[in-house]
């Protein structure tokens, strides 16, 4: 009897101790599942309980990846949703130039563009403004360097800001696109993207001006009667005659295969997400066949489905895939609208050990599961 009431009087006390400390029981996973946190509502308050959800003190200088959207794109995420992690934070906004002309090709037209789009309250870093840095890479299918910019390395973690949309060769983009093309250099665009030196277009337009020999660091381009010619030989793929010449000559040479091209992605995202300390934010809204690098993308084909975060890419990933996929009542939101599943990417970083594809969907708001099917209700 005395035992019996001793085992009530503990169950009591800690029964006492969970209501007045507020806490929820801790969520349990499998050790091949990952958490993923959920919320409904994209509120910038939702996206701050996202990130402080994840418990990762991220320490020292923070990079916040983000997209700035191109000029003219009208689907790009409306940048006040991260005010409150910012004020939070005190991250730096980061981005790379591109590999084709526009402003964002740039670093003062990509930064002035940026602030142009409301990415005004926090600092710019745009990580390739000065140079290139060339990581070496082991074991990997199809590189052995990856190349992003010099400033990545100033950073000691990153928070990887992901609009999930549709891309035309990925299928769909969300964090692994947002690190492999988000965080490349021009030249490490190219590589993914295509052989790794350009080609020439129309190159019996060449005026001559000689702006391209100028540019090239390795001394690879010779002007003929005929225009431009890259000596493939000496050619480093940095990409630099592409955004030199005013008559836009040099452009990617011939692209990579469907399969290649995702294989590719994720080789450059496992490289960079290895370096430095990562946690990743995807946003389900504007939800596009095309991606924000579109100066006119076309318009949202589904629905606001909500935001999601963990510090598993390979998770966070895949249920984003399923959400959408259930949201649109089919098997594969973006091979129905592009033709090509990003489902790919997923599959080839669960691969090459990058995360769990198993996750468990925690509403970020009251701290309990959530399944799939209610979250898209
Ligand atoms: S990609 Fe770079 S190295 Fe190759 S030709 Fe162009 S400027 Fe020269
Ligand atoms: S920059 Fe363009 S126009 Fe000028 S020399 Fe080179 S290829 Fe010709």
Redesign the pocket.
């Known amino acids: 009897m005395k035992k019996r009431f001793s085992l009530l009087a503990v169950a009591l006390t800690a029964l006492l101790l969970c209501i007045s400390c507020n806490s929820k029981p801790k969520i349990q996973v499998a050790d091949d599942e990952s958490i993923v946190y959920f919320c409904k509502d994209i509120t910038p308050e939702n996206i701050l309980k996202l990130y402080e959800a994840l418990g990762v003190k991220q320490e020292g200088k923070i990079g916040l990846k983000v997209h700035f959207g191109e000029e003219g794109n009208q689907n790009f995420l409306n940048p006040e949703l991260l005010r409150p992690l910012v004020e939070k934070v005190h991250p730096t906004f980061v981005e790379t130039n591109v590999l084709y002309v526009s402003k964002r090709r740039f670093t003062d037209s990509h930064i002035a563009l940026a602030k142009e789009h409301g990415f005004t309250f926090a600092p710019i870093d745009i990580l390739d403004a000065e140079d290139e840095l060339v990581y070496p890479a082991e074991g990997l299918k199809h590189f052995d360097k990856i190349k992003t910019g010099s400033h990545f390395a100033n950073y000691d973690a990153y928070i990887i800001y992901s609009h999930f949309k549709g891309h035309g060769s990925a299928g769909f983009g969300g964090a692994i696109k947002n690190i492999a093309m988000g965080l490349a250099s021009p030249g490490g665009k190219m590589a993914q993207h295509a052989e790794a030196f350009p080609s020439?277009r129309n190159?019996n337009?060449?005026?001559?001006?000689?702006?391209?020999?100028q540019q090239c660091p390795a001394g690879a381009?010779t002007?003929t009667d005929e225009?431009?010619v890259i000596d493939t030989s000496k050619c480093i793929g940095c990409a630099k005659?592409i955004a030199?010449?005013?008559?836009k000559?040099?452009t990617p040479g011939k692209g990579a295969d469907e399969e290649v091209f995702l294989e590719r992605l994720v080789e450059y995202a496992k490289v960079l997400s290895e370096k430095k300390p990562m946690v990743y934010i995807n946003v389900m809204d504007n939800i596009s066949k095309s991606c924000d690098c579109s100066g006119k993308a076309p318009a949202p084909f589904m629905e606001k489905v909500g935001a999601v975060a963990s510090t598993d890419i390979v998770a966070i990933e895949m249920a984003c895939h399923q959400l959408t996929a259930l949201k649109q009542k089919t098997e594969d939101a973006f091979k129905d609208v592009n033709g090509i599943s990003g489902l790919g990417q997923v599959e080839y970083a669960y691969k090459l050990g990058m995360g769990n594809k198993k996750f468990v969907l925690v509403d970020v708001v009251t701290g309990e599961r959530i399944s799939l099917e209610d979250a898209v209700k």
């Open positions: 020439c190159a337009s060449c005026v001559g001006c000689n702006r391209c020999v381009i002007i225009g431009p005659c030199e010449c005013p008559l000559i040099f």
